[in-house]
């Protein structure tokens, strides 16, 4: 492993870890401050990493639009239509996804926070979708480095120690990176991402 790669995986796993720290010490800390923080801090680490990919992770283009807004919209009505099934399966679904929105109304709110929310899923798609899937790849290319960089999209929801977020994570983090291997870029994951949450969490949530 070349210098380069070792110091990538490195700030990888320090971006992990302010994630998690974020998610682990949501009963002390405000959940928008602790996400907040730690989204800015993995912003900070990322500017010491490599790019192999260059400035096309970022081509905007109507089709990496159109399938990252459809591909959210997809999932949210997923989300909204599978809540009550799984509801019935599991019932402590009804219990658990209360109180993850109880930790979104904190002050100042879903609404007021939208910009924090932004900030997180802008870092987060920087930190998995783009560096954990460049770091994954130099030794398990393709789909097997989508499945790892989900597999650690989960670290911080284990963290959170919330099974449900886990699974959550895991389905969402093939999801977007599959979108990332698809368009090579990180536009159609961002806005699927953004699109989920913004209609999940913050206009129409499931509880």
């Excluded at 996400?35 to 283009?61: C, E, I, Y």
């Excluded at 929105?101 to 870092?123: H, S």
């Excluded at 977007?176 to 990180?186: E, I, K, M, N, V």
Aim: aromatic residues 8%.
């Amino acid at each position: 492993m070349s210098t380069q790669a070792r110091s990538n995986a490195l700030i990888l796993a320090l971006c992990i870890s302010a994630f998690c720290v974020a998610m682990g010490l949501r009963e002390q800390l405000n959940i928008w401050l602790g996400t907040g923080a730690a989204a800015l801090t993995a912003l900070a680490l990322l500017r010491f990493s490599s790019k192999p990919n260059g400035d096309g992770m970022w081509q905007v283009t109507h089709r990496n639009v159109l399938l990252g807004v459809g591909t959210g919209v997809v999932m949210s009505l997923a989300t909204w239509g599978l809540y009550p099934v799984s509801g019935e399966l599991i019932p402590q679904i009804h219990t658990e996804v209360p109180k993850l929105y109880a930790l979104l109304r904190q002050t100042p709110g879903p609404v007021a926070a939208f910009p924090v929310l932004v900030l997180v899923v802008f870092a987060e798609e920087r930190v998995w979708r783009e560096l954990a899937i460049d770091v994954f790849a130099r030794a398990r290319p393709g789909t097997r480095a989508v499945l790892l960089s989900a597999v650690v999209y989960t670290f911080p929801q284990i963290a959170f120690r919330s099974p449900l977020l886990v699974v959550v994570a895991l389905g969402c983090g093939l999801i977007w990176g599959a979108l990332r291997l698809q368009t090579r870029g990180l536009v159609a994951p961002l806005l699927a991402h953004l699109t989920w949450d913004l209609l999940v969490f913050v206009l129409f949530p499931v509880a």
